[in-house]
T-cell receptor, first 109, second 112 residues
Framework: QKEVEQDPGPLSVPEGAIVSLNCTYSNSAFQYFMWYRQYSRKGPELLMYTYSSGNKEDGRFTAQVDKSSKYISLFIRDSQPSDSATYLCAMSLEGKLIFGTGTRLQVFP | GAGVSQSPSNKVTEKGKDVELRCDPISGHTALYWYRQRLGQGLEFLIYFQGNSAPDKSGLPSDRFSAERTGESVSTLTIQRTQQEDSAVYLC??????????FGDGTRLSIL
């Protein structure tokens, strides 16, 4: 069993939809939780960063962490075609990041 | 505004050759990380530097892989006697202390 599980998709939604992306994890020692966005042939770009259970909002993005269920989510409101990318969840353990496999999102006009 | 810079952006080489990949971190970032991303997969941790020392090399797949960092700045990842399974994108990230990691665009390595 992988330490971090993420549905690879692809997920295809119409412009304006609310997108929900999720990861589950098995190691309760994970300290920080992140979401990265990766466009084709580019490096991952940090979107959200949190260390506690609860919600964190930044513009159209909301990150949710539930440590008791070992579950994290990223919500994207009013999705745009420019949001089309691969979304990677990541969790930190003693400095290094453990990544999910990424969910490929396609937002069509 | 300099982000993490990696070179070369693409590298094609023959099986059995050695390759050297370079990473220039964000200025002032004390920690530097190397990851590997195989096609269709998530990132896989290779090695981490704090300053010039490497407290965690646990992700290096074999003794053909090595890395060094000098001057608390530039790092090189060396792969000796390359194999086809080494084909991947090699990503470098840097951070200040335990703050979030910021990534370069990677080196796309293809072994023929």
């Amino acid at each position: 069993q992988k330490e971090v599980e993420q549905d690879p998709g692809p997920l295809s939604v119409p412009e304006g939809a609310i997108v929900s992306l999720n990861c589950t994890y098995s190691n309760s020692a994970f300290q920080y939780f992140m979401w990265y966005r990766q466009y084709s042939r580019k490096g991952p770009e940090l979107l959200m960063y949190t260390y506690s259970s609860g919600n964190k909002e930044d513009g159209r993005f909301t990150a949710q962490v539930d440590k008791s269920s070992k579950y994290i989510s990223l919500f994207i409101r009013d999705s745009q075609p420019s949001d089309s990318a691969t979304y990677l969840c990541a969790m930190s353990l003693e400095g290094k990041l453990i990544f999910g496999t990424g969910t490929r999102l396609q937002v069509f006009p | 505004g300099a982000g993490v810079s990696q070179s070369p952006s693409n590298k094609v080489t023959e099986k059995g050759k050695d390759v050297e990949l370079r990473c220039d971190p964000i200025s002032g970032h004390t920690a530097l990380y190397w990851y590997r991303q195989r096609l269709g997969q998530g990132l896989e941790f290779l090695i981490y530097f704090q300053g010039n020392s490497a407290p965690d090399k646990s992700g290096l797949p074999s003794d053909r892989f090595s890395a060094e960092r000098t001057g608390e700045s530039v790092s090189t990842l060396t792969i000796q006697r390359t194999q086809q399974e080494d084909s991947a994108v090699y990503l470098c990230a840097s951070s200040f202390s335990n703050r979030p990691q910021h990534f370069g665009d990677g080196t796309r390595l293809s072994i023929l």
